[in-house]
C-alpha cells in the first residue's frame, strides 16, 4: 500500500519559518515528482506549489519562489518543504502528492487525478 504521510504544521506569527515532512512509503521516492499543494476554505484551486522532479530542476510558483524550498532526502523517503518569511495568506492546508509524470500543468485541486497518490492534509496557520 502507498501512503503519503505530511506532518509538520502549526500556528506560526507573519514571517516565521515552518518545515514540513512528507514521508512516503510503499515506492520508491526516486522515481517520481513530488509537489506540494496547499488549499484554504473558500478559496480557488492554486495548482502546485512547486514540481521537485528527479534529477531536474524544481519549479516554483510565484507565489512561494524565493520564500519556499523543497528537498528530498531518498534515505528517508521523505521529502521537506521548508517554508520562510509566513504570511498570513499562506494560511492552509498543505498536501503533499507524487506521481512518476506530470502531464498537466494546470491548475489542478488537491486530489487530482493527475497524481497518482495523495498525502492528507497538514494544517499551517499564520497569524499573530
Known amino acids: 500500500e502507498v501512503q503519503l504521510q505530511a506532518s509538520g504544521g502549526g500556528l506560526v506569527q507573519p514571517g516565521g519559518s515552518l518545515r514540513l515532512s512528507c514521508v512516503v512509503s510503499g515506492v520508491t521516492l526516486e522515481d517520481y515528482v513530488i509537489s506540494w499543494f496547499r488549499q484554504a476554505p473558500g478559496k480557488e484551486c492554486e495548482g502546485a506549489l512547486l514540481y521537485d522532479s528527479p534529477g531536474d530542476s524544481t519549479y516554483y510558483d510565484d507565489a512561494v519562489k524565493g520564500r519556499f524550498t523543497t528537498s528530498r532526502d531518498n534515505a528517508k523517503s521523505t521529502s521537506y518543504l521548508q517554508m520562510n518569511s509566513l504570511k498570513p495568506e499562506d494560511t492552509a492546508a498543505y498536501f503533499c502528492?507524487?506521481?512518476?509524470?506530470?502531464?498537466?500543468?494546470?491548475?489542478?485541486?488537491?486530489?487530482?487525478?493527475?497524481?497518482?497518490?495523495w498525502g492528507q492534509g497538514t494544517e499551517v496557520t499564520v497569524s499573530s
Open positions: 502528492a507524487a506521481t512518476r509524470v506530470v502531464t498537466e500543468y494546470g491548475r489542478l485541486c488537491v486530489g487530482d487525478s493527475e497524481y497518482e497518490y
